[in-house]
C-alpha cells in the first residue's frame, strides 16, 4: 500500500531555477530534463483506441492521479485523445518510469477487464521530451491544448477530455493550474495567452514520422473525413484546407510528403499549420 502523499507543491515563476541538480540519474536510456518537466505521450496498442467510454477515461484519469500523487509528480495539463494522450508533468525526484508503468499496468487491467480485449494496451514504452524552459514549458501545454482543435475542429473549451477548461475555470480536478495562472497572471491572461499566434509552432522532437504503409492509412483516413482528395485541397475553403494539412501532418506524416501527395508548397503547409494551432475562431467554450 502507498502511505499518504504530502501535498504537491507549486512551480516556481520561472522553472530553471526549480530543481537542483542533485536528482537521481535516469534509469533507463531517455534524455533527462534539468528542470524536472516533460511531454510526455501514451499511444494505444497498434494505434487501436485507448477508450471505449467516457468511464474508461476517467480511470485512465484516476491513475494517473493516483500513481502522480504518491510520487510528489504534478500533472501540469493533459489530453485524452482516441488512440494517445498527451501530459506535461512536473517530475522533480525523476520518477517518471515508474509512475508511468503503474499508470499503464493499472489501466490497461482496467481496460482489459471492461472490454474483454487480452494483450497489450499501450504501445511499448512512453515517450518524452525534456522541457528547458518557461518558454517551452507554455508551448507545450498550448500545443496539448490544441490537440483536440488540430486533429478534429473542436475548439479546446468544447472538448471535455482535455485540462483547458480547468485552465479556463480556474477550478482544478486533475491538472495542477495554480502556478501556470500565476505565471499568465491568471485566468484571464492564460486565455489571452492561448489565442496568441507562436509564430514558429511547437513541435515536440519525439515526433515518429509514418511509413509509407501508414502514410497512405492516414491520408486515406483524413481525405474520407474531408470529404477531399490529395489534388482537391487546393480547391477547398481556406480554413478546411488548413485543417486537412494539420491533419496530415499530425497524423505522422512529414511536411516533406505532404508537399508531395498534394503539390502544396512547404511554406504554405507550414503557414496552415501554425493558423490551425493557433485558430482563434470558437476557441472559447459558450
Known amino acids: 500500500m502507498w502511505e499518504a502523499c504530502p ?3 507549486e512551480l516556481g515563476t520561472h522553472i530553471h531555477t526549480r530543481h537542483g541538480t542533485g536528482a ?4 533507463a536510456p531517455r534524455q ?3 528542470t524536472g518537466y516533460y511531454h510526455v505521450t501514451l499511444r494505444g496498442n497498434g494505434k487501436q483506441n485507448l477508450f471505449e467510454t467516457d ?7 484516476d491513475a494517473v492521479r493516483s500513481s502522480f500523487t504518491c510520487r510528489e509528480i504534478s500533472l501540469i495539463a493533459w489530453c485524452l485523445m482516441s488512440n494517445h494522450i498527451h501530459l506535461v508533468i512536473d517530475d522533480p525526484h525523476d520518477h517518471i518510469s515508474e509512475a508511468l508503468h503503474r499508470v499503464t499496468t493499472t489501466y490497461a487491467a482496467h481496460f482489459n477487464h471492461e472490454t474483454g480485449h487480452t494483450g497489450h494496451v499501450f504501445e511499448g514504452r512512453y515517450r518524452s521530451v525534456p522541457i528547458r524552459d518557461d518558454k517551452q514549458l507554455l508551448a507545450a501545454v498550448r500545443y496539448v491544448h490544441d490537440n483536440p482543435l488540430r486533429g478534429m475542429g473542436i ?5 471535455p477530455w482535455c485540462s483547458y477548461s480547468e485552465y479556463a475555470s480556474g477550478a482544478s480536478t486533475y491538472a495542477d493550474i495554480d502556478s501556470l495562472l500565476d ?3 491568471g485566468v484571464q491572461g492564460f486565455t489571452a495567452f492561448s489565442l496568441q499566434e507562436d509564430p514558429e509552432p511547437y513541435r515536440p522532437a519525439f515526433r515518429k514520422y509514418a511509413d509509407a504503409d501508414e502514410r497512405e492509412q492516414v491520408a486515406r483516413s483524413v481525405f474520407n473525413a474531408f470529404g477531399c482528395t490529395a489534388t482537391s485541397i487546393k480547391e477547398l475553403p481556406k480554413e478546411t484546407r488548413d485543417r486537412v494539412l494539420s491533419a496530415l501532418c499530425d497524423g505522422g506524416i512529414s511536411i516533406a510528403h505532404v508537399q508531395r501527395l498534394t503539390g502544396i508548397g512547404e511554406w504554405t503547409i507550414r503557414k496552415a499549420v501554425g493558423r490551425i494551432a493557433r485558430r482563434s475562431s470558437n476557441r472559447t467554450s459558450q
Do not use: F, I, N
Open 7 to 9: 501535498e504537491l507543491h
Open 155 to 159: 475548439s479546446p473549451g468544447r472538448y
Open 24 to 27: 537521481a540519474m535516469p534509469r
Open 32 to 34: 533527462r530534463s534539468e
Open 183 to 185: 505565471m499568465l497572471g
Open 55 to 61: 468511464t474508461d477515461r476517467t480511470a485512465l484519469l
